[in-house]
């Protein structure tokens, strides 16, 4: 059965599931981790969001990470190797329902990392892009409540536009 697409109210529990990953991601990698953060809707308080936590790891070395796959496929993770983004390693959690995704990068990717933490960023600054993107979130999972692909395409103009704007003002880390 395909993904059941949902898009919920913001739910406070989502940063402590956050954490709990964090752990055990942390736990998994070792040194290897340089940083892990709680990225996309689930990190934005009060927006809503599909309710799957999407964390971002930046690493010193992706082939440790390969190494490390089968670690996190105890820990209930698919490893989906680069999976559409190259220098990416693609992990999710749940099937179909998946719960959680985590996208790892190495450190020097400083443009994949610096544009999911920028979009985070500006999404918490700015209240009326929150209402806009949740919105759209909203009409399109009305839409294509089966269909994962219409539901990112429907997101894709308005996801550039505000990566755009975000990445005009966000100061790197």
Not at 115 to 142: C, P, S, T
Request: glycine share 6%; aromatic share 10%.
């Amino acid at each position: 059965m395909p993904q059941h697409i949902t898009v919920t109210e913001y739910n406070p529990d989502w940063p402590r599931m956050y954490a709990e990953e964090e752990k055990k991601i942390t736990a998994i990698l070792g040194e290897n981790a340089l940083a892990v953060r709680h990225i996309g809707s689930t990190a934005v308080p009060g927006l809503a969001a599909k309710p799957v936590i999407d964390i971002l790891v930046s690493v010193r070395s992706l082939e440790a990470v390969d190494a490390a796959s089968a670690d996190f496929v105890r820990a209930g993770y698919e490893f989906l190797g680069e999976f559409g983004i190259p220098g990416r390693r693609y992990l999710r959690k749940g099937g179909d329902e998946r719960t959680h995704q985590i996208h790892i990068f190495r450190s020097d990717d400083t443009f994949n990392i610096t544009r999911h933490l920028a979009v985070r960023d500006y999404l918490r600054m700015n209240r009326e892009e929150q209402k806009a993107y949740a919105e759209l979130k909203k009409e399109l999972a009305r839409r294509f409540p089966y269909d994962i692909e219409g539901y990112c395409s429907g997101k894709a103009e308005f996801m550039q536009k505000l990566e755009e704007r975000a990445l005009a003002v966000y100061n790197t880390p």
